[in-house]
């Protein structure tokens, strides 16, 4: 079996009980928030939905944006949406980047390098980044 997606890390904001802290991303379903499609099993005390895919229903505590993963094999994917002024580009890239689940962090960076230098000619885009990520 795969590596859980959150392995051992207690400081991580994930909840003791989300199968982020049993399963790799991909082993389970991401939900914007609890509902009743997804109650506790009163056996494990873990949400699953009708099919008995595991839920993890805090998307910003794991740092993975709400999808399918498991239940409809969904690809893992996130789109960058930068403000249109630059000024605010460091602030808003160290809250994307250091929210973000891990595994997204190359896609994120290729997106924000690419994106800096199509929209802002005059802006450095790996300066913003060290500066997001400082």
Same mark, same amino acid.
């Given at each position: 079996m795969a590596e859980? =997606?959150?392995s051992g890390d207690v400081l991580h904001r994930a909840c003791?009980? %989300?199968p982020s802290r049993r399963f790799p991303v991909g082993g =389970?379903?991401?939900?914007a928030? !609890?509902?009743k499609? %997804? !109650?506790f099993d009163p056996e494990d005390g873990h949400r699953y939905?009708?099919?008995g895919t595991p839920v993890c229903v805090h998307p910003e505590k794991v740092g993975l944006p709400v999808g399918a993963y498991k239940s409809e094999n969904a690809p893992l994917a996130i789109e960058l949406h930068l403000p249109t002024d630059p000024s605010e580009l460091?602030?808003?890239l160290h809250d994307v980047l250091y929210g973000a689940a891990p595994v997204l962090l190359d896609d994120l960076i290729s997106q924000?390098?690419?994106q800096i230098g199509t929209r802002f000619s005059d802006v450095d885009a790996v300066s913003v980044l060290r500066r997001a990520l400082s």
């Open positions: 859980p =997606f959150v003791g009980i %989300c =389970f379903d991401v939900w928030r !609890p509902t499609d %997804c !109650p939905a009708a099919d460091v602030a808003y924000a390098s690419e």
